[in-house]
């Protein structure tokens, strides 16, 4: 992993600090995030409020881990969010905005990235283009959060070359607001984010392998 993330800064004449690893540990345990801290990674991504609200116990003594909240977050459990994590990077409405800066007035504000859809797809989550400059002015009025930049996640496609124009358009996007960070890319497509701009990646599979299947507790066809 880091020398495919070495390569991809090297050829896009970067420098490597300037890409974080976000190691995405969603359905997997707080053991294999506490593996992967040993192992030297300290910025971890997480999908779900409650999944990370039951491991975080077990990981409150990695005191220099920072954790990334990737997936949707629904207004009532920001509270909850901005208690448990370091960084949000799914911000896509002004009620979310508001409830969060309301949250963190009583403890540490987290890193806001707002997240953008780029695509038509009607299942996924984010705001659109369009709706940026009213999420900015919005979050210019909060008297805590500030936004560090922008977020996307492209339709899932074998081919990583199929993800470079979301990729462009992200970072055009940050670059006329003057926002810094970008994240963008996948177990997938990650290099390509690379050259593309990404200050952070959010990768899964490619480190961790294929995330365990959800026990649903019914019996297993076999
Ligand atoms: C699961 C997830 C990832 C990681 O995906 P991989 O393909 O396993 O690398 C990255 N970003 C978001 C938003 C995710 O939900």
Avoid at 46 to 61: G, S, T
Avoid at 142 to 149: E, N, P, T, Y
Wanted: glycine share 6%; net charge positive; with cysteine.
């Amino acid at each position: 992993m880091e020398a495919r993330i070495q390569r991809a800064v090297e050829r896009s004449g970067r420098q490597r600090a300037g890409v974080t690893l976000v190691a995405v540990s969603k359905k997997f345990s707080a053991e294999r995030v506490r593996e992967a801290y040993q192992a030297g990674l300290r910025e971890f991504g997480e999908n779900y409020v409650q999944e990370f609200a039951d491991k975080q116990p077990r990981l409150a003594d990695l005191k220099d881990a920072r954790f990334h909240l990737i997936g949707h977050l629904q207004s009532n459990k920001a509270r909850q969010a901005c208690e448990l994590f370091q960084a949000i990077q799914t911000v896509d409405s002004v009620k979310l905005l508001e409830r969060l800066d309301a949250a963190a007035e009583s403890g540490v504000v987290p890193d806001i990235l707002l997240e953008i859809k780029l695509s038509g797809e009607e299942n996924k989550s984010g705001a659109a283009p369009e709706q940026l400059p009213r999420l900015l002015e919005a979050a210019s009025k909060c008297s805590r959060i500030r936004i560090s930049g922008l977020m996307t996640m492209p339709p899932w496609s074998e081919d990583a070359e199929q993800s470079r124009p979301y990729f462009r358009r992200l970072a055009e996007l940050a670059r006329k607001h003057s926002l810094k960070q970008l994240s963008m890319g996948m177990s997938n497509d990650f290099e390509v984010a690379i050259e593309e701009g990404a200050t952070v990646i959010r990768v899964g599979t490619a480190l961790f392998g294929s995330r365990p299947k959800p026990q649903t507790g019914a019996p297993q066809a076999s």
